[in-house]
């Protein structure tokens, strides 16, 4: 049994998926403050660097618990994206997306004790498609609140792969947690069975 720090239901989804038994615990942290701390840090360490934190700040409340905390973030263009303040900026996002390529960073941290004992990111490549005014309407329309918690402004499991016209990475990546690499580090750690 893990402890999986993250309200996320797509990440909660993955690991009932597995078969991996999990308690969701969400991490209190302040996202942005340690964002701003990193300053031009690439996306990558961005991403490994919140998803350490949370599993450190969950385990250090749990100490003999095995924490999971993931993260994701997407840049396009030279622009780092967070998830969407309200509808208009899920409009602008799109906007902004509409025939360009997504990177979509995702991470995954474990830790004990308020130790990390492993980390790593995996990076997918997302080609949008290019989006009139109409189509983000309709899209919001339908998609809008459950998209507010996305950082990307979109779910590939549903009404979200429409955007697409091209997907490079891992499926689980996109979701928001690189899960298969999750399972080789619990396998390791005794966790899974191998």
């Known amino acids: 049994m893990i402890l999986l720090a993250s309200k996320s239901a797509s990440r909660r989804a993955m690991l ?112 949008v498609a290019p989006l009139s005014e109409a189509f983000i309407e309709t899209y919001l329309a339908a998609e809008w609140p459950e998209v507010a918690g996305c950082v990307g402004v979109f779910r590939i499991e549903g009404r979200g792969v429409q955007i697409f016209e091209e997907i490079a990475g891992d499926y689980f990546t996109i979701l928001g947690m690189p899960l298969l690499k999750v399972q080789a580090a619990l396998r390791r750690m005794g966790v899974l069975e191998r």
């Open 16 to 127: 009932e998926a597995a078969d991996i038994a999990f308690t969701a615990q969400p991490a209190d942290i302040d996202e942005r403050a340690l964002e701003a701390s990193l300053g031009g840090a690439p996306a990558p360490e961005i991403a490994l660097a919140l998803a350490r934190e949370k599993a450190l700040a969950v385990s250090q409340a749990n100490p003999g618990e095995l924490v999971l905390g993931s993260d994701s973030l997407v840049v396009c263009g030279d622009m780092r994206f967070d998830k969407p303040a309200d509808r208009e900026a899920a409009a602008a996002h799109l906007r902004f997306f509409s025939g360009k390529v997504m990177h979509l960073h995702s991470a995954a941290a474990l830790a004990r004790g308020g130790e990390v004992l492993w980390s790593e990111a995996a990076e997918a490549r997302l080609h």
